[in-house]
């Protein structure tokens, strides 16, 4: 998490970050403690970037756990009632254990929503319980259709310093629904995710498992300051679109501990708008790192870059992935039309198991928002570095393929060993339009990508200096909660 300089109470939590968050801390959640009126006490115990004065659980607020009762009004009430906590100490809304059925609600500033373990929000499939949003200004349409979209099932806009954390509790977006909607063409609006952030900044996800989302799942857009942490996501490997984590336009820093991911699209896809409103919009995604990441997601890549990048793509670092079966390690992916840029994308130590092409690069990434897109808007693809690779059971090792006339450049590959599967393709590296260099590279790589000896296999950059991120404290909050 970058914490902006301007503040300087954020600048003492940044200093004092490093010590405590070595300290091993183990999340306890106990049991029933014991009742009074009827109501049962629990306390619980996270970490997160602020701890709450207040706390209530969603059954103060009607709230009915069965799985059959719609709770959309019990969390808008919490929210509205919590709302008032802003400016004194924040606060919390617990829910406990059972079935938590809602519809999309929002969510407001300094706020944590905390989810017991054997707490699972199930997404309604009313679609009267999913208001829908004007398209994102930098897509100017749906994903999905032209027009509008249902709101995500938890929403944020313009707000600051909001929790979504928990003992693993689930979120279940319920999406065979939603899926099969969608095959059969019967959705007016695009699908809704899981959880969106928009123009948002000091936002905490961690410690929960996103389940069978109806589309994307975490997107936090148009924000700054995004920690996500622990979390697990979870869909068929054959559901549409159900990419694990979309970091779209300014958000910095999404810090991937742990997290697992199986999906059906690419676990991490890192966007920036669409074509022509992408570049009018005009906001890169910037400072981005993703560590210790478990993909598994046969038909798509653990790391994707676009195809949505006209807003440009600057300063990824990725480390310590693991991919066990995907289609690619690392997909960029762009076209004619869309403008804008990839740049500066480091990525060291990935280890990977069955797939398709280790390395995915392609300017012909044909789907257009519309036919208004300049066909002479060029992306520009710079500085993509990848190092200290292990791959086995790989179909092809590298399938590069830049724009006539506008290559990718300044690529550079080092140490990488990938062992190739037994019906490996013959070529193992095939390259048009793309520039660089390699080093320590097998099996041997194509000549637009020149071998510089061993004596250069450290070439390929990864930035040295720490990011923010790794000064940002984690206090411990230990909170109590009486509910039905
Ligand atoms: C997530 O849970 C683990 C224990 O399971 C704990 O060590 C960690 O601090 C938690 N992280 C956050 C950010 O809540
Ligand atoms: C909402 O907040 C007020 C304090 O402003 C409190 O008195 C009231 O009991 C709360 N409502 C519920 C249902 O908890
Ligand atoms: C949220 O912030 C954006 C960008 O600053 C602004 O355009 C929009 O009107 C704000 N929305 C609300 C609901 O305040
Ligand atoms: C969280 O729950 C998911 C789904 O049940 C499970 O796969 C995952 O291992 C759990 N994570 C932790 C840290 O307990
Ligand atoms: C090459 O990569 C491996 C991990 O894949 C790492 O253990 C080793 O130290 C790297 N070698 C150099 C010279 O950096
Ligand atoms: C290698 O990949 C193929 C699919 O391409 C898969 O069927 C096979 O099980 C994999 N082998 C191992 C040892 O993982």
Known sequence: MVWSGKNPMR???ARMARVVVLVAFILVLRGAEGRKKGKVAESFEY???SCRGHSASITDFGGVGDGKTSNTKAFKDAVDNLSKYASKGGAQLYVPAGKWLTGSFSLTSHFTLFLHKDAVLLASQDMKEWPVLKPLPSYGRGRDAAGGRFTSLIYGTNLTDVIVTGANGTIDGQGSFWWQNFHKGKLKYTRPYLLEFMYSDNIQISNVTFLNS?????HPVYSSNILIQGITIIAPVKSPNTDGINPGMNTRDPNNVFNYIVSGDDCIAVKSG???YGISFGMPTKHLVIRRLTCISPYSAA??????????????RAED???IHTESGVRIKTTRGRGGFVKDVYVKRMSLHTMKWVFWMTGNYKQHADNHYDPNALPV???INYRDIVADNVSMAARLEGIEGDPFTQICISNVTIGMAAKAKKVPWTCTDVEGITSGVSPRPCDLLPDQGPEKIKACDFPAEPLSIDRVMLKRCTSRVKHM
């Open 274 to 276: 669409w074509d022509e």
């Open 47 to 49: 970490t997160a970037i």
């Open 11 to 13: 600048i003492k939590v």
């Open 381 to 383: 693809i710079q500085g």
């Open 321 to 323: 992935i693991t991919a």
């Open 214 to 218: 109806p589309s994307w799942n975490v």
């Open 303 to 316: 790391i994707a870059l676009g195809s949505e990048m006209s807003g440009g793509i600057q300063d990824i």
